[in-house]
């Protein structure tokens, strides 16, 4: 039986913890939870260790972001000898099927990520952004359809393939890297898809966002793009602070324009890490430096 473990990192998310934790439990396929809480300050530690004790539990004494959290889920998952890990996010939950589905689809094709169709709560309508990307047929079926791209609330991954693509990178902390580990794995040979027998919700619906915080993690993208292994680092150096310019256009801000120096700034760290990114088991040893 393929051993599956689910990593769930959280800050502040007692509101869906109940309910994302119960619907692990309630798989058809058993799973274990490794939980690394990014030193909340609602309880939410506090409600695993005392509700949940069969979850790994990792309690921060800071808010390392979602990347490195994440990736000390992989390597424990590497370490304990697990098939598959899934990610996913505090404010998502699974179906009973939701695994079991998925790991159907791994049967055939050389898969990297597979993801179930990332529904709102209501079970009807497709999650935003995850629509944005998905350009499949939603009616369920058991054939994996193939995207350039899919969202980390919802993730399953096979560990062989963990260890080949490696870790997330450390140019992201909490956006982008989703892209990037997208890039990689296609750049590594794994294809990228959607089962759409299985379902995933993420209730996200109701967040709202500040226009600056939305440019700001728009301009993120010029880091993705810089860090994919499969572009010209030279030619998105030139392309990505004219791209910044056009959105501060777009947004009537400044705000893309004041980033462009912070940018640039950290290109030589960039272009290291997408080169690093190009190898086998990029980025696994970091992970030394996140505890």
Known sequence: MNRVLVIIVTYNGMRWLERCLSSVVSSTVPADIYLFDNASDDGSADFVEKRCPSVKLVRSNENIGFSKANNLGFEYAVKEGYDYVYLLNQDAWVMPDTFENLLRGFRGGNWGILSPAQMRPDLKTPDKRFNRHFHGTLEPTDEVQPVRFVMAAHWMIPVRCLKETGFFSPAFTHYGEDNNYCDRMRFHGFGIGVVTSAVGIHDRQTRKMS??????????????????????????????????????????????????????????SLRRWREESRSKGAFISITDDNK
């Open 211 to 268: 226009k600056e915080r939305r440019i700001y993690l728009n301009c993120q993208y010029s880091k993705v793009r810089l860090s994919d292994p499969g572009s010209s680092f030279c030619i998105q150096s030139v392309l990505q602070p004219m791209r910044q310019c056009v959105m501060a256009l777009r947004w009537f801000s400044t705000l893309p324009i004041k980033i462009i120096p912070e940018l640039i700034g950290e290109y030589p």
